[in-house]
């Protein structure tokens, strides 16, 4: 069975439920970057991007001069800094000049943002879609978002190093054996010339890893046991944050850098693992672009902490990625945008660009990806483990929910005490419980 098929089965469940305010970036940088064209012609309607993906940008605003080049047609695009969608888009809706486009990326946002967004059903970008798994729909069954991308995130590995150590990728199977050949390749450092992870900072444009995408590992098992989410749970039983403490520590102890420095931020992550300095590095598909340069045989492998029987486990796969069309801006300007969205997902060279940094477009004409890592999450589909589905998605209120995380991470990084475990493990049930609460009154 395809990836795309099994995906269509989990994220359904995902996707018709959320709880935060609007979804949070998973992009690995923390500026707001404005621009576009200018000087379109203002009587075929214009396009204003608000955009959700910070290393998305600098395509984007190339692609916008092009498409205005062609067309005539002015289109800006203006990128949230990480982290702040939400409170980015909540502002610019506020202005004369709205977003035409924008992202709905769940079903908390479907439900703020529902009356912005006008029905896709039967427009020309729908009927590009090869398929409908990650479109978002509200409550009488208008399609107010559409992926445009979805992405897989888990451990990027560069085998060379691990050969270099001694070690196989073979034996990164489970746990156990992540943890032998990182604790093994941390001991051997200075030998090696390179360490296991890379830094696992905690300042804005990283601390997403390990409070958006690693706890999902979390939220995977405790929805698997439930047998499926359609709706976000009120409580947490935390019966898998042990196995999220086996991951965390791993990475963190086994670092370039000290735990202790990694409240402020400052280490280079993605830099660290493509110079060679690191075997390991935390993230997902759209950093393949980037560190595929100088590591191009570079490897994803699932998060492996310690769960029974994970030795069948794929890759984390889905989106928060989900286009809509303002409705409250003119028809000329919501035809304008619709038409560039159909340009961005079936022009060759527009497609193509838009392909080599998201990785996958799931559009009828958008040509295939070269991403390693996607093919790495379609390899084990292949050999029949389960795909972890974006349970991350149903965080409550997101920016506080992670912020609490980030807190009490900060104060365990500094000083690994039962006690300050205790505070991690209450920010992440009892924080969930509160902001649940906090949302839905």
């Known amino acids: ?208 890893r390990f409070t958006g995408h690693l706890p999902n590992l979390e939220y995977y098992y405790e929805e698997r046991d439930a047998g499926g989410w359609t709706e976000c749970p009120a409580t947490l039983t935390g019966k898998y944050v042990p196995n999220y403490k086996n991951l965390y520590d791993l990475i963190i102890n086994n670092s370039l850098t000290d735990p202790k420095d990694l409240a402020t931020g400052g280490h280079d992550a993605e830099n660290e693992f493509k110079t060679g300095k690191a075997a390991f590095f935390v993230n997902g598909s759209w950093e393949y672009a980037a560190v595929s340069e100088t590591v191009p045989n570079a490897r994803m492998i699932p998060y492996y902490c310690g769960v029974e029987g994970e030795e069948k486990a794929g890759l984390n796969c889905g989106t928060e990625n989900c286009w809509a069309v303002n409705s409250k801006v003119s028809e000329a300007d919501q035809k304008a945008t619709i038409d560039f969205m159909v340009w961005l997902v079936s022009d060759a060279n527009a497609a193509g660009k838009m392909v080599e940094q998201l990785g996958v477009l799931p559009y009828k004409n958008a040509p295939q990806s070269a991403n390693g890592f996607l093919a790495d999450a379609q390899k084990y589909t292949d050999n029949g483990c389960y795909v972890m589905d974006w349970a991350t998605n149903y965080q409550p209120n997101v920016d506080e929910y992670r912020a609490g995380l980030v807190a009490a991470l900060n104060q365990y990084n500094a000083d690994q005490s039962d006690a300050n475990w205790a505070n991690v493990e209450t920010a992440f049930v009892q924080g969930w419980a509160n902001q649940y609460k906090a949302v839905n009154n």
């Open 1 to 208: 069975m395809s990836l795309k098929k099994i995906l269509a089965t989990f994220l359904a469940a995902v996707m018709l439920a959320g709880c935060g305010s609007g979804g949070s970036s998973t992009g690995s940088t923390t500026t707001t970057t404005t621009g576009g064209s200018t000087g379109g012609d203002s009587s075929k309607g214009s396009v204003y991007f608000l955009n959700f993906k910070p290393e998305l940008d600098e395509t984007l605003q190339g692609l916008a001069k092009d498409y205005t080049s062609q067309t005539g047609v002015d289109v800006k695009v203006v990128t949230a800094a990480s982290g702040t969608y939400s409170q980015t888009l909540t502002s610019e809706m506020d202005k004369s000049a709205k977003p035409t486009l924008f992202i709905i990326g769940n079903q908390a946002g479907v439900k703020e943002w529902k009356d912005y967004a006008m029905d896709l059903t039967g427009t020309a970008i729908a009927n590009e879609l090869s398929t409908d798994a990650y479109n978002l729909y509200d409550e009488t069954g208008k399609l107010v978002s559409i992926g445009y991308c979805y992405e897989c995130y888990g451990i990027i590995v560069n085998p060379d190093l691990i050969e270099k150590a001694g070690h196989s990728m073979d034996e990164l199977k489970n746990f156990a054996g992540l943890k032998a050949v990182a604790e093994d390749i941390h001991a051997r450092a200075a030998e090696l010339g390179f360490d296991a992870f890379s830094s696992s900072d905690m300042d804005s444009s990283s601390s997403w």
